[in-house]
């Protein structure tokens, strides 16, 4: 097993995620099996209890894992699956060792930082890089390793001990550090606006005591897409050959061609989509980094440049009017001149009210529509309220005493708990009909496992009601109790989804739900439904491009049959 540590220096959120995938990109395009591992120094056990506001997005693994977002970029980059182990925390860290404790498993020594806690780390390490993470099955080559935060900390230093061992443990060719830091400081990978010159990496080098060709300028770029390229230009992977003994053959490498083409296409896109993404969170974009993420790859597979209006949902409502109406009348000005309009996941009874308005404009006036987990059950409330005439309908959630509860809690639900309490993880969606857009968009595939993160689920017991106005429940769960999909007779696309699929999408692989509504939203939905789920020649990638993996060859932009699995 190879190790490559990705540390950072001076300020946080310099980088490291992006450097640590694109390392891992260009590796794995080498014909490396490569894993990654996250390390968050915070004490928190995991990311499920964050606020969005104070570290970001919440990422949801197949197991059900809720991690740092970073983990969502290793995923999309390398198009690998991971755990929950691949998120290493200090209260993680901690609690296996107190547990071991308790169980005497010490035999009575005093339990300390080093060695006990150090070891911990690297037994940690150790064992989850050996986990596959590819639909191969076969165990991985190479581990890369970010340790979150900066250099310095002192949550840190127990991490960074613990590899100040490890690197004797495994030898020195089995074990490199990246550093990524600000130009200004002693550093490998020089986080910079513009290119630097010659004589500055040969005084960084002189003064860190690293040859030349280990310092690599990782300047501004057009696109994330563009930095595996950056370094692969750099040299980046002779070194890791070199300095790892990596078993690579310098031969033309096609997944870093199909990086190229994603990132011309990026560069070059002259057509705009619009998308009004209607949340809570829209101050901080890191608040739904994956939903911006899905959106961006289905507007790059139909060469549309994305642009997403961030609406306030509360600033739709009606109070909002009273007290600040520039900012209502503003509010939906933004909804009304979008292409489409996007409610995603959520929690809490703030701006639900402006959701359900955003969700009934919508499909009043026929304007492509997904709804995600919060976004499906409010799609429902709407319809309860205004087709089916129930005025008081409502997610007991926000009104647990509400005549109609259209969405109700979950029985394994446990309100007295936070963490870890939610329906989490992959879960099997089964088509119930044959005509459904979105099964369509599936590649026609009789069921999808994707994944979930909700307390609250539509009541099944009053479906039949919806169903006869021609609100379809067209997926739902194996046992056909928890409602998975909704879909609009009479309108183009109005879909909603309990489920998060954002969490799946790739770059050359978009999340079916979220390309339908850029598809839609373009105007090109009926066509590409009309000619068997293909895009035109000019929209789709080159056969020459390859893939991240041996089965997945993309000569047409058409949904595989992997999808089923």
């Given at each position: 097993m190879k190790y490559i540590l990705v540390t950072g220096g001076v300020i946080s959120g310099i980088g490291k995620g992006i450097i640590a995938s694109s390392v891992g990109t260009i590796l794995k395009s080498c014909g490396l099996h490569v894993t990654a591992i996250k390390i968050d120094p915070y004490i928190n056990i995991d990311a499920g209890t964050f606020s969005p506001y104070e570290h970001g997005e919440v990422f949801v693994l197949d197991d059900g894992g809720e991690v740092d977002l970073d983990l969502g970029n290793y995923e999309r980059f390398l198009d690998i699956r991971l755990t929950k182990d691949n998120n290493l925390t200090t209260g993680k860290i901690y609690q296996s060792v107190i547990n071991k404790e308790r169980r005497g498993d010490y035999l009575g020594k005093t339990v300390q930082v080093v060695p006990h806690i150090t070891d911990a780390i690297q037994e940690w390490v150790m064992r989850q890089a050996k986990i596959p993470v590819d639909d191969d099955g076969l165990g991985p080559q190479v581990c890369v390793i970010e340790l979150g935060g900066t250099v310095?900390?002192?949550?840190?230093?127990?991490?960074?001990?613990?590899?100040?061992?490890?690197?004797?443990?495994v030898k020195r060719e089995n074990f490199c550090n990246i550093h990524v830091s600000l130009v200004p400081q002693v550093c490998v990978v020089c986080r910079c606006s513009t290119p630097l010159d010659n004589a500055v990496k040969e005084k960084i080098s002189m003064f860190c005591h690293v040859e030349p060709e280990q310092v690599i300028c990782v300047h501004d770029v057009s696109s994330i897409y563009r930095v595996p390229l950056l370094l692969e230009d750099q040299g980046v992977v002779d070194y890791f050959c070199h300095r790892l003994h990596l078993p690579i053959e310098m031969r033309p490498r096609k997944m870093l061609t199909k990086w190229k083409e994603i990132s011309d296409r990026s560069d070059r896109l002259l057509e705009h989509c619009s998308i009004a993404l209607v949340g809570k969170y829209t101050k901080f974009s890191d608040s739904y980094a994956s939903v911006i993420k899905a959106l961006e790859h289905s507007a790059l597979a139909i060469n549309h440049k994305l642009a997403v209006k961030y609406i306030d949902s509360a600033d739709l409502e009606a109070a909002t009017l009273h007290q600040e109406p520039v900012k209502y009348h503003e509010a939906w000005q933004k909804l009304c001149s979008a292409d489409g309009v996007l409610v995603p996941g959520g929690f809490g009874v703030r701006g639900t009210e402006g959701k359900i308005q955003a969700i009934s404009w919508a499909r009043k006036q026929k304007k492509p529509f997904l709804g995600v987990c919060l976004g499906?059950?409010?799609?429902?409330?709407?319809?309860?309220?205004?087709?089916?005439?129930?005025?008081?309908a409502n997610s007991t959630e926000f009104d647990p005493e509400c005549k109609y509860p259209v969405v109700i809690d979950m029985p394994e639900h446990n309100p007295g708990q936070m963490g870890g309490t939610m329906r989490l993880g992959?879960?099997?969606?089964?088509?119930?009909?044959?005509?459904?857009?979105?099964?369509?968009?599936y590649g026609d595939a009789e069921y999808?496992?994707?994944?979930?993160?909700?307390?609250?689920?539509?009541?099944?017991?009053?479906?039949?009601?919806?169903?006869?106005?021609g609100f379809r429940f067209v997926g739902q769960d194996m046992e056909g109790e928890r409602m998975e999909v909704i879909e609009l007779d009479d309108h183009l696309y109005f879909v909603g989804v309990q489920y998060h699929p954002e969490f799946t999408s790739r770059p050359i692989k978009p999340s079916p739900p979220y390309f339908g509504l850029l598809l839609a939203a373009a105007g090109k939905l009926q066509s590409y439904l009309q000619k068997g789920c293909h895009l035109s020649p000019r929209d789709t990638y080159s056969d020459r491009s390859g893939s991240s993996s041996p089965d997945l060859e993309i000569a047409e932009l058409k949904f595989p049959s992997h999808l089923q699995d």
């Open positions: 310095g900390d002192i949550e840190s230093m127990p991490f960074i001990e613990a590899f100040r061992q490890f690197q004797f443990k499906m059950q409010l799609a429902v409330c709407e319809f309860a309220r205004n087709v089916l005439d129930w005025q008081d992959k879960r099997r969606t089964i088509f119930k009909t044959t005509n459904s857009i979105l099964r369509k968009l999808v496992d994707e994944r979930h993160r909700h307390r609250f689920e539509v009541n099944p017991e009053l479906k039949q009601h919806f169903e006869e106005k």
